[in-house]
């Protein structure tokens, strides 16, 4: 259990408990009955999935998320834009707290499909390359990626658990 207090002007205005044991606090890339589980749902996402919220259509959404793959292994860079408090407190509540990511995080350029991350072209060809940036990204180390744009550095544990929430946030963005 984990207690997280929000003090303001030394007057604790909330106080939150969260069960980290939960099962779904521990889902990851690492686990492939997940990873089947994303790429099920990634099988529902059509090119006319309406979003709940943001701009990206689902198929720059795709392109979105291999470009994050793409950059974090290395093929691509992906400029930084972390703080202290993004590379402590937002990370540990990011990827260890059972709450789900807000809508309009900041995305760094090079994966933002209106500026300058890869620009969608055949929607079945760009979700399978999807599928396999992710396949590749799951048998990665910690060792082996660039530093998260937002969190810096991460454990194995981290890096897996961000790619399965990364991939969660932009298939639910879509209803699937």
């Not at 910690?142 to 981290?158: K, N, T």
Request: charged content about 30%; proline content about 6%; overall charge positive.
């Amino acid at each position: 259990m984990i207690r997280l207090i929000l003090v303001q002007n030394r007057q604790t205005l909330r106080v939150r408990e969260f069960d980290v044991s939960r099962p779904d606090m521990k889902r990851s890339l690492t686990n492939t009955n997940e990873r089947a589980e994303l790429v099920a749902r990634l099988q529902r996402l059509a090119p006319d999935s309406r979003r709940q919220w943001g701009r990206m259509t689902s198929h720059q959404a795709i392109c979105h998320l291999s470009d994050s793959f793409r950059g974090l292994m290395g093929t691509t860079p992906v400029s930084s834009f972390s703080t202290v408090m993004s590379r402590t407190l937002m990370k540990r509540v990011a990827l260890r707290l059972p709450v789900k990511w807000p809508p309009g995080i900041r995305t760094p350029p090079e994966v933002d499909q209106e500026i300058g991350g890869t620009r969608p072209e055949e929607f079945e060809r760009d979700r399978r390359e999807l599928e396999t940036l992710m396949e590749r990204f799951a048998q990665r180390r910690s060792r082996d990626l660039q530093p998260h744009p937002l969190f810096g550095r991460l454990s194995d544990a981290e890096w897996q658990r961000w790619g399965y929430l990364h991939m969660d946030q932009h298939l639910r963005q879509f209803g699937v």
